[in-house]
């Protein structure tokens, strides 16, 4: 999932803005990934590589919703700490949203996978409560059996 400032949600949604710049230890998506931005919807990761915010020019800036790279690098700045900018590394996320047909074709399929994972989860559930009672009546068995046995003696 990526998150988004509402002021640039409008911006993905008419194809102005379709990259992004996220600082990470390490790569965290990769092409061809599919991914989700609340208030947007569903989105292909088209392409991530690391780059240098210092080398971004105006040209780097525009698909990601600014006109300059320096106000772009100011957004950044206003983001993550000085020790964070130290620390991570730049990556450049391309995406693209997914049309409409498709948003809802993915819903849909999401929400069926919700609803196996459910089931699943009901099962599983069910079956370690079905396994805690025979264990429990197991249990009282073999006590009876040694309250009997001591009752005889």
Request: aromatic share 8%; proline share 5%.
């Amino acid at each position: 999932m990526l998150l988004f400032k509402k002021k640039f949600l409008e911006q993905i949604r008419q194809g102005e803005k379709t990259q992004t710049i996220r600082l990470w230890k390490h790569r965290q998506m990769k092409p061809g990934q599919r991914s989700y931005i609340p208030g947007v919807g569903y989105i292909s990761i088209d392409s991530v590589e690391p780059v240098e915010l210092a080398q971004l020019t105006d040209a780097d800036a525009k698909p990601d919703g600014f006109p300059t790279a320096e106000l772009l690098r100011n957004e950044i700045r206003a983001l993550y700490t000085a020790d964070t900018l130290k620390n991570l590394i730049p990556f450049r996320i391309c995406f693209s949203v997914y049309p409409p047909r498709e948003q809802k074709r993915i819903a849909k399929e999401r929400q069926k996978e919700k609803q196996k994972q459910k089931e699943c989860l009901q099962q599983n559930h069910d079956d370690r409560k079905q396994e805690f009672i025979d264990q429990t009546l197991d249990k009282l068995r073999k006590m009876s059996k040694t309250k009997r046995s001591k009752t005889r003696k």
